[in-house]
């Protein structure tokens, strides 16, 4: 090893979920790692919001748990950096407080003002052609009229919340908000602020407000902050904080990424054209790319990466992994249920041994994932979960495996637009996040996508993995294109021959169930 090996970060990874905090090595070797989960308030209106300070509070105690381990020497921790969910929103006072839960990427409740912004007297799938094309040659992309972004949630702060509005100093995303919590500094990094759709990234190398964008939906710059980039360093941890956890006043808060950006590096797929596929509480396939370019139908744009001069392409995917956590508490485990007995310490595991005995296909039952809508290939809310095809001769064992093709098929559903997008196939594909660490979830993917599916050493840590690269990088311990040697592949799972005919034709009628049932969905969900 070299001169540095003893050095480590603290690298938080502050998911929807909650907060997983971990001690890597500036070489990306995951030494330890802690977990606390946070509540997520889901409201009848289509809200979903959590508490900044029940954000700190898992932060805080992740990493008071991790550090009396005496695993490593505080002593050795030489940056703290924080990946987090992305598309949130935190309106905060001059003071840094909250001035009200947090507005989640899962928030539809600011739809109807984005879709008054955007659109105009003719539209284009729901925008005004001239502001669509402003954006696209601008940013790469546009508001979802969904309204997840934080365009979305400014618009419903500003027209149902207006007192939080006229109070706010800054609008924070959730990353920000951390790094606020560290330093005491407000800024946003170039990859953090994209999906408020504000920025000029036409010269990838100098992204900066657009006052036109601004105007467009009449918010004043003063309440964004400055532009940073993911590698540099927003400066010493609080000297409060360090003495909290036990660290060195000079370790140093590098500015870090969200959740997709990150997992790109953590992946290790950082080349151009090397893809990776992360199955979390959602899901997303992502490549970087050597160009701008945008596919307005099917929500993929080339955005700013991580790694600055670079542009990535992103495709992603309302519900994945929650599709399991729905399975286990709202249906198998319910808390009502007289089930209740049966409930083991990881159903995870169970539900692997389960889908592992079935038959590909599942016996020809379909799930279909969109628990909350669905972002893309299709930007729809009010698309919903469904099992079809059940009979008398189904199983609950036919109902599981279907749930995780189920998020294969909508994973191939992606890949052939980001591959359309591209010009090429991504093969192989790393897989990350808590679903690679299924085998069986792994060889399903290798075999609905006919791909081949790396998976990576210690998945569900890749996003805490990623942005300890790029704490490393802006400390100057090594360079983005040195991460692929310091990841390790768990396993290689080929496409199985005998399983194409099975699921190419299962894969057509979950296309086919979407396409006959959009019109059901949009009727039963109208306000969706």
């Given at each position: 090893m070299t001169e540095n090996s003893d050095k480590y970060v603290l690298s938080i990874d502050l998911g929807t979920s909650g907060s997983k905090t971990a001690l890597i090595s500036v070489y990306g070797e995951v030494v330890d790692f802690d977990f606390e989960s946070v509540p997520l308030i889901l409201l009848p209106d289509g809200g979903a919001e959590q508490k900044p300070d029940d954000w700190w509070h898992a932060i805080m105690a992740t990493s008071k748990r991790l550090l009396?381990?005496?695993?490593?020497?505080?002593?050795?921790?030489?940056?703290?950096?924080?990946?987090?969910?992305?598309?949130?929103?935190?309106?905060?006072?001059?003071?840094?407080?909250?001035?009200?839960n947090a507005i989640t990427w899962l928030d539809m409740r600011g739809a109807k003002y984005v879709a008054q912004m955007a659109g105009g007297p003719v539209k284009i799938e729901g925008y005004d052609p001239f502001k669509l094309l402003r954006w696209?040659?601008?940013?790469?992309?546009?508001?979802?009229?969904?309204?997840k972004d934080p365009v979305g949630h400014i618009l419903l702060i500003r027209n149902d919340f207006p007192g939080v509005y006229h109070k706010t100093y800054k609008f924070l995303e959730p990353k920000d908000y951390i790094n606020f919590c560290f330093t005491g500094k407000f800024a946003a990094s170039y990859d953090s602020i994209t999906l408020h759709w504000v920025t000029d990234n036409r010269d990838i190398t100098h992204i900066s407000y657009s006052d036109k964008l601004l105007k467009m939906y009449r918010l004043e710059k003063e309440k964004l902050s400055e532009l940073k980039r993911s590698i540099d360093i927003l400066g010493p941890v609080k000297k409060d904080v360090a003495r909290e956890l036990g660290?060195?006043?000079?370790?140093?808060?590098?500015?870090?990424?969200?959740?997709i950006p990150a997992a790109a590096l953590g992946s290790g797929a950082v080349r151009d054209y090397q893809g990776h596929i992360y199955?979390?509480?959602?899901?997303?396939?992502?490549?970087?790319?050597?160009?701008?370019?945008?596919?307005?139908?099917?929500?993929?744009?080339?955005?700013?990466?991580?790694?600055?001069?670079?542009?990535?392409?992103?495709?992603?995917?309302e519900t994945a992994g929650g599709v399991l956590t729905y399975l286990k508490d709202n249906i198998l485990y319910h808390q009502d249920a007289l089930l209740q007995e049966e409930a083991l310490p990881d159903v995870y595991k169970i539900?692997?041994?389960?889908?592992?005995?079935?038959?590909?296909?599942?016996?020809?039952?379909?799930?279909?994932?969109?628990?909350?809508?669905?972002?893309?290939?299709?930007?729809?809310?009010?698309?919903?979960a469904c099992i079809y095809n059940l009979s008398l001769k189904n199983t609950r064992a036919?109902?599981?495996?279907?749930?995780?093709?189920?998020?294969?098929?909508?994973?191939?559903?992606?890949?052939?637009?980001?591959?359309?997008?591209?010009?090429?196939?991504?093969?192989?594909i790393h897989m990350v996040g808590g679903g690679a660490i299924s085998d069986v979830w792994c060889?399903?993917?290798?075999?609905?996508?006919?791909?081949?599916?790396?998976?990576?050493?210690?998945?569900?840590?890749?996003?805490?993995?990623?942005?300890?690269?790029?704490?490393?990088?802006?400390?100057?311990?090594?360079?983005?294109?040195?991460?692929?040697?310091?990841?390790?592949?768990?396993?290689?799972?080929?496409?199985?021959?005998?399983?194409?005919?099975?699921?190419?034709?299962?894969?057509?009628?979950?296309?086919?169930?979407y396409k006959h049932n959009k019109a059901i969905f949009k009727r039963l969900n109208p306000h969706s």
């Open positions: 009396s381990k005496g695993t490593i020497n505080p002593a050795d921790i030489v940056a703290i950096v924080a990946s987090t969910q992305w598309a949130g929103t935190v309106a905060v006072d001059q003071d840094g407080k909250p001035l009200m696209i040659r601008m940013t790469g992309g546009a508001p979802a009229l969904t309204g660290l060195k006043d000079d370790v140093q808060v590098v500015m870090g990424s969200p959740d199955v979390g509480t959602s899901s997303w396939i992502s490549t970087h790319v050597p160009f701008k370019k945008t596919d307005v139908i099917h929500g993929i744009a080339s955005i700013p990466s991580s790694i600055p001069d670079k542009y990535m392409v992103v495709n992603e995917q539900f692997d041994r389960i889908a592992v005995n079935v038959p590909a296909g599942s016996n020809k039952v379909i799930f279909t994932p969109w628990l909350n809508g669905e972002r893309t290939p299709v930007e729809n809310n009010s698309a919903r036919d109902i599981v495996r279907a749930f995780l093709e189920g998020v294969a098929y909508n994973q191939r559903w992606a890949l052939q637009y980001v591959e359309k997008f591209i010009g090429r196939p991504l093969n192989p060889q399903i993917h290798a075999d609905v996508l006919n791909r081949t599916i790396k998976q990576v050493k210690d998945p569900i840590q890749t996003n805490a993995r990623g942005a300890a690269f790029i704490a490393a990088v802006g400390l100057g311990y090594m360079a983005f294109e040195d991460i692929p040697k310091y990841i390790q592949i768990n396993n290689t799972f080929e496409p199985n021959p005998e399983n194409r005919k099975i699921y190419d034709q299962l894969f057509a009628e979950f296309l086919n169930i």
